[in-house]
């Protein structure tokens, strides 16, 4: 029976009965790992053929190397920066994520973000439950028709953000280094150059992988480029966001505010900049929670293990060049 380490734990998602349900009817089963550390889940994924991430410990070369009969690593998430896919593709390992369970719920939170911001909802109603009767001119508000959003990364979620904000009357650009003008125009989004995006958007919401290559993509350099009343959305990756270039930017009043939902480092420390900042909307990394996503996600990590203990593959794999030279069980 091939057996599915759950590596870290997920109190979210126990007690994982739908899930012990489901494997055991694919002649799998689910152990319970509760790693903390590399060590630990070394030690207990001796006998595990996939490994379930859900936040760590990370899944290094060291690991994937120290556990032999590991052929498949799969994320509770759409990120896998958690992975090192490229050491997993050199030693013929399948690496697998949850690429469409929240798409819905990410754009509504990133228009829901947009929308708080851009009508001052947050502001208000911090004065208004401390007894104030702020006036309406107490904060400039442009209505959202005729603004322009501008969209880093036109994925998935970026799509389904950009068919969302142009039913609010938002003009949509966009910028992806991965596609070509006349895909994104198929996806609804007008191509721009970056230094263009930057320079007339009023609302510029990223939606791009973390990289070695996005990693702090939005930083003192791109923040400069910004319009001065611009506002940042961050419901993709933390890290994307130099977040001390941010504070310094937001201080500074180059930028009008921005709204975020993730964060370089979580849980966001109580002495961030961010969390002092009037100007800030903060949510704690919840863009992609529903009753109905959870209940997506449950169902896609199960339907790419099934998938591979019946046919040896998952459509959901990152990395399929490593078909054909997957690791062999000695």
């Known amino acids: ?7 870290d734990p997920a109190p979210d998602l126990e007690p994982f009965t739908y899930e012990q349900k489901a494997l055991q009817s694919a002649g799998a089963r689910l152990v319970m790992g509760n790693c903390a550390t590399p060590e630990e889940l070394i030690e207990k994924g001796q006998g595990a053929e ?10 290094t070369a060291q690991v994937m190397e120290a556990l032999p009969r590991c052929r498949l690593v799969v994320r509770w998430g759409v990120g896998f ?22 798409t819905i719920d990410v754009a509504e939170h990133t228009i829901a973000l947009l929308v708080a911001m851009a009508r001052e909802v947050t502001w208000f109603n911090q004065r208004m439950h401390a007894g104030a009767w702020p006036g309406q001119k107490a904060r400039r508000i442009h209505r959202l028709t005729g603004r322009v959003l501008g969209i880093l990364g036109v994925g998935r ?4 953000v950009s068919a969302r904000a142009a039913a609010l009357g938002l003009r949509v ?11 994104m125009r198929a996806r609804g989004v007008e191509p721009v150059e970056l230094d263009r995006l930057l320079q007339e958007s009023d609302f510029v919401s990223l939606h791009l992988p973390l990289t070695v290559e996005t990693r702090h ?11 001065p009343d ?17 504070v310094a930017g937001l201080e500074a009043g180059h930028l009008a505010g921005a709204a975020l939902d993730v964060f370089e480092s979580e849980p966001l420390a109580p002495t961030s900049g961010l969390v002092s900042a009037e100007n800030v909307t903060l949510t704690s990394h919840v863009a992609g929670y529903s009753i109905e996503s ?29 078909r054909g030279r997957l690791r062999r069980l000695t």
């Open 173 to 183: 650009i966009g910028y992806d280094p991965n596609l070509s003008e006349e895909v």
């Open 1 to 7: 029976m091939i057996e599915v380490l759950q590596v």
């Open 50 to 59: 996939i490994l379930w991430l859900a936040w760590k410990p990370k899944i």
């Open 157 to 160: 979620i970026g799509v389904a």
């Open 294 to 322: 959870w209940a997506d996600l449950r169902a896609e990590v199960c339907r790419t293990s099934i998938d591979w203990v019946n046919t040896g593959w998952a459509s959901t794999i990152l990395n399929p060049e490593v």
């Open 230 to 246: 611009a506002i940042l959305i961050n419901a993709g990756r933390g890290p994307l966001v130099d977040e001390a270039a941010l």
């Open 81 to 102: 920066d958690q992975i090192d896919v490229e050491a997993a593709t050199r030693l013929g390992i399948a690496v697998a994520n949850s690429p469409t369970y929240c």
């Open 217 to 227: 993509f939005i930083n003192a350099a791109t923040l400069a480029r910004m319009k």
